[in-house]
């Protein structure tokens, strides 16, 4: 017999992109900060007495999330923290979501979404993003289209901003105009907003469903530490608050996570630079006749001349440079490349350039 | 309208115990060890390169659980690593227990069952330990008796052991007994095992349906640092790695806690000195007139000779010492106390006898 619940004993699981040893590997394919994070972060860990780790943390990360509420211009009960951005997904599935009951994204997206969904046993629409451009449908945001209608009764949205894998910004006017009309929780995942012009933060005072969520992983180079935090109407983080573990947060990481905001000088710096080297990387690969989309993000998607984005995948795997490649009818034409130091992309154009005169010139 | 799913909307959430800022205040209410953690722990944050924070941690904390592995003679298949055993609990009811499915418990065992049973919105059954001692009630291990009829359907059955708050063991035998009959999960949270002269490791190989949790967070005065562990069958933590966060433990923590598992030296000095003075705390109290029951645990669980415990607890307090009180008909005549060092054991040991000099003598 089996002890598990049917939807768990069926589901394949979460994978998470590979995390190899890191010897002689150039590493593009889980969207990690090519560079250190702040150096307060090596005085902080210094810093910290072992005595103190005998002792549960606070259970709600209370300094941390007085830090952020200073930063983001929101009060303590807006704000949530959580061990990774993923945890405060977990919860948001766990406070909204009962069984049988319905959620919605868009795909492609991030593909935790459907698993958390899964887990739940709800179900999970999944939106198509349109056209060449994977851009976002126009019917969504008209309550009469039949498209509305088949998410009518979600009970929440997740939405990737900029998304995962395409790097792409939905408008801020369409979202504006989705929390408006969808009666659920909108779920605004902006773990890569600080790669970004704009972000959804003007929204939180406009409308009391949505939930923006923001994490330490991406921009401020500490995927290491686990720290992610929600923003939203103190009704919706109240509840939330019920839901998450206990201590879900340990010691060190709220210590390293406060020290790490403090540092908005660096923070920028990190920021300017890999938005360079993005811009260098798809200008360069558009002169190779990729299709590059806009990316606001620290990666891009790149679809090679050929649209054979597998076969460039295993070339890179083969050279030791790993990417990220999402298999399917629209997304196996891309291939998803984080951007790494300047360096790490000299190789990476460098080994493309070998690749196209192997294979793609006549 | 509410966004809640409305079990969540009507729950109340788990209350941890107070977390005091340490001033001058002597905390004996959360079970943490009152000595610091191995000397290792005070090398290894030094070692920590901060440049490797900018990563992913090992998703399944794959050296941590060999190294597990290694010391509890499993296999490293029977292993999951959570963010505390509180992780460890919660990916066990989001494997094994739909909505409107039952749980059960004992109580007073660990308030966070029926928590995470609401959040989950599944009922759960209390079975009361009996009498004075708090015992475990012989009729459950017998299959015809209606109280093991009441648990029957249930999919998964906590079991503390040593038991919170009592302090007290249920029997091995006994629970090898359960073992067999009951026919879902029997979840052994482990979390004060160190402190007790036997743990339930024998059953697992004995038994398919059976979850043993540990944690650093007692025994290893790692609280801090948020790990904990399961131990089952290979079947049964496959499922259950489907279930967690996909990075649900930190680098750091993960580094730490493998630290201080290597110090098995410490460990032992550190559990021979709490037993010590668990001793000499139960043996003075008992003198004093208090009913102490026989604590394998790290704390105790004491009724004054007045039965008044809530009197003791606030008097305690007002003299900035802390220790847990649990309304309630039969937990309320108790105070539990968290075995801390012998000097703020002595202090406490003064304080009660003011107490009694004051109220208790006539």
């Known amino acids: 017999m ?8 069926k589901m394949e699981g979460y994978t998470p992109g590979e995390q190899p040893a890191l010897n002689s590997i150039i590493k593009l394919n889980t969207n990690e900060n090519p560079y ?10 210094k810093k910290i007495d072992p005595a103190v780790l005998r002792l549960y943390p606070n259970p709600s990360s209370d300094l941390l999330r007085n830090k952020i509420a200073g930063k983001f211009d929101v009060i303590t009960d807006n704000v949530l923290v959580g061990n990774g951005s993923d945890d ?6 766990r406070s909204f979501l009962s069984e049988n009951e319905k959620a919605a994204c868009f795909t492609p997206s991030y593909s935790l979404y459907p698993v958390l969904a899964q887990i739940q046993n709800t179900e999970i629409v999944k939106i198509p993003l349109e056209g060449k451009d994977f851009s976002f449908p126009a019917e969504l945001v008209d309550k009469t289209s039949d498209l509305y209608k088949s998410i009518n009764t979600a009970k929440i949205f997740f939405i990737t901003r900029p998304n995962a894998p395409t790097g792409t910004n939905i408008k801020l006017e369409y979202l504006d105009k989705f929390c408006t009309i969808f009666k659920g929780i909108v779920f605004i995942d902006e773990a890569y907003a ?13 409308h009391d469903n949505i939930i923006i969520s923001r994490t330490f992983s991406k921009s401020y180079s500490l995927a290491g530490i686990r720290v992610g935090w929600a923003m939203a109407s103190k009704y919706i983080i109240n509840g939330m608050m019920k839901v998450k573990d206990s201590y879900n947060v340990n010691t060190v990481s709220q210590y390293l996570a406060s020290e790490a905001l403090d540092d908005t000088e660096y923070l920028k710096e990190n920021l300017a ?5 993005r811009k260098k990387l798809s200008d360069k690969l558009r002169n190779y006749g990729f299709k590059v989309l806009d990316s606001r993000s620290n990666f891009i998607f790149a679809s090679p001349p050929d649209g054979n984005a597998e076969k460039l995948f295993k070339y890179l795997r083969s050279n030791n440079i790993i990417v990220r490649y999402f298999p399917g009818e629209r997304t ?3 291939i998803r490349i984080t951007i790494g130091t300047d360096r790490e992309i000299d190789i990476l154009l460098k080994t493309i350039t070998k690749y196209i005169d192997k294979y793609e010139k006549v």
Do not use: C, H, Q
């Not at 250190?36 to 860990?45: E, K, N, Q, V």
């Not at 972000?199 to 005072?205: D, I, M, V, Y």
């Open 2 to 9: 089996s002890y598990f619940r049917k939807n768990i004993e």
């Open 36 to 45: 250190p994070p702040s150096p307060g972060i090596y005085d902080a860990l």
């Open 88 to 93: 405060i997904l977990t919860i948001a599935v």
């Open 194 to 206: 600080d790669f970004s012009d704009n972000n959804a933060l003007p929204l939180l005072k406009k």
């Open 273 to 277: 630079k890999i938005i360079g080297t």
């Open 332 to 334: 196996g034409k891309y």
